[in-house]
């Protein structure tokens, strides 16, 4: 889950980080990016609970929060992440 603001600079250049991942992974993991002024994922953020914009979050199998990056967060750190989050 990739928690951001799209007016925010560092926040834009997180997502680019991510999608870089996800468009590698697609199929095997799925990746959802929210934007915090966005009220359609108002529930999700609530559960995400994002104390720093932006932040990446990866999810094991079940759903659990597995790392969280707040921050800027690079491609190979999410992509590593995501790996040893899968099973």
Known sequence: M???ADWDPL????RL????VERKYRGYATFFFL?????SNASLLRWL???FLPEVAVLDMEGNIYQ???GFVDSPSI???VLDALP
């Open 2 to 4: 990739v928690a951001y």
């Open 11 to 14: 926040s834009r250049k997180v």
């Open 17 to 20: 980080e991510a999608a870089v």
């Open 35 to 39: 934007d915090t002024d966005d009220e």
């Open 49 to 51: 609970d994002p104390g």
């Open 68 to 70: 969280r990056f707040p």
């Open 79 to 81: 992509e590593q992440s």
